[in-house]
């Protein structure tokens, strides 16, 4: 990268952060003002690919650490919200698409009768006629706020799926593409996050 596409790439980053202030500082002003009904959810979803990511581990001194890998481009996706009161909701998924979001959507509606859903700008999030049509449709019970664009400090989930990925996936080798999702799935399970929402959507 020369020096002009670098100082591009600050300037671009410069004003995507002044941008991202600005929407977490309506988001203060806003989450304040909600009723006690309402949870306040993150969503996101992101892939966990079938094979070993290599991280430090310890070795005998000049001896090369030997790690299995399958080789696979099988995937899962994961689906997660993060809810203001602690609790939460991960699902698994063949796809990342409008009819699986959809699906999961219902099952966080259920958890979440009244809620404040933040959401990515995902096309199929914000673009897709089925989803819109659905959230017009409860646009009385979800009312959606957008993460800001270029601005991924903001969503608390990215932090979970980075610690998931961690345990799941850090020089681990599992014998089955099953036993890789039963390990996803035990993992967001059992783990509770306890972050603070309102330190990542509003500051």
Not at 15 to 30: D, F, H, M, P, W
Not at 81 to 110: I, P
Not at 158 to 181: A, H, M, P, R, T
Request: glycine residues 6%.
């Amino acid at each position: 990268m020369g020096i002009g596409e670098s100082n591009a790439a600050s300037a671009v980053r410069a004003l995507e952060r002044k941008t991202a202030q600005g929407i977490l500082k309506k988001n203060s002003a806003y989450l304040a003002r909600l009723e006690r009904k309402w949870r306040v959810v993150a969503e996101d979803e992101s892939i966990f690919v079938y094979d070993v990511k290599l991280r430090k581990v310890w070795v005998v001194k000049g001896r090369t650490p030997l790690i299995l890998t399958t080789g696979s481009h099988r995937r899962t996706v994961a689906f997660g919200s993060l809810a203001d009161d602690g609790t939460q909701l991960f699902r698994q998924k063949k796809n990342g698409d409008a009819e699986n979001f959809l699906e999961y959507l219902s099952e966080l509606r259920r958890k979440y009768p009244f809620m404040v859903l933040f959401l990515d700008r995902a096309t199929y999030h914000k673009k897709d006629a089925r989803v819109q049509a659905y959230l017009r449709a409860h646009r009385k019970t979800v009312r959606v706020r957008w993460f800001p664009p270029g601005f991924p400090e903001s969503n608390p989930v990215e932090e979970v799926w980075k610690q998931g990925k961690g345990d799941v996936l850090g020089s681990v080798f599992y014998d089955s593409f099953d036993g890789f999702k039963k390990a996803v799935t035990i993992f967001y399970r059992t783990k509770r996050f306890k972050l603070n929402l309102y330190n990542y959507l509003c500051h």
